[in-house]
């Protein structure tokens, strides 16, 4: 119990509010719905992603990205949710994780993530509490490194995309295995 007492007060310093243990938050109807809808999402990426490589080469993926991916998330919100993916080594300003997204992408790459990993808690935010469910995504192949790997063995029209679209990509230097960031699934609690 004391040990509970200080790692919500640890995260309340934090900025991150009480926190339930995981076994705690499995629990809770809300889990199924947000590990389903973070499963829908990778999977809809990675199906879309595969085409448009598969179609018009790794520069139409830069564009799919860009102009669909990010809204497959959206797709799946529901009142009060927030599904989107997140990561530490941005592309898009958007993917900025918040102050609980940054703590859990933290210890996905401190413990070496693996693809069956993830992270689901509870968080209080303004008074209201909060499922909080992450699911990494990790760099499954080579594919990936076409626009996520090292610039200098990328497609020219790609790094000049990658360039002129995302002045500030940090989302290079990958290789297979990394930790590339998270689907996040916010869902507000009512009890």
């Not at 007060?9 to 339930?20: D, H």
């Not at 989302?171 to 916010?186: K, N, Y």
Request: with cysteine; glycine share 6%.
């Amino acid at each position: 119990m004391r040990t509970r007492m200080s790692l919500t007060l640890i995260a309340t310093v934090l900025g991150l509010s009480a926190l339930l243990w995981t076994q705690d938050a499995r629990s809770l109807p809300e889990y199924a719905q947000a590990r389903d809808v973070a499963r829908q999402v990778l999977e809809e990426s990675r199906t879309l992603l595969m085409k448009e490589l598969a179609s018009k080469g790794a520069a139409g993926a830069v564009d799919a990205c860009a102009a669909v991916a990010l809204d497959l998330g959206r797709k799946h919100e529901a009142a009060g949710w927030r599904v989107r993916r997140v990561s530490t080594r941005l592309r898009n300003p958007a993917d900025a994780p918040d102050a609980y997204e940054a703590t859990v992408l933290g210890r996905f790459a401190a413990d070496g993530v693996k693809p069956e990993a993830e992270h689901v808690g509870v968080s209080t935010e303004q008074g209201k509490r909060y499922l909080r469910y992450l699911k990494p995504i990790v760099i499954p192949g080579e594919l990936c490194l076409k626009c996520h790997g090292d610039p200098a063995s990328m497609d020219p029209k790609v790094v000049e995309i990658l360039r002129s679209r995302y002045p500030q990509d940090r989302a290079t230097e990958h290789r297979v295995g990394d930790l590339r960031g998270a689907v996040s699934v916010r869902i507000p609690l009512s009890k």
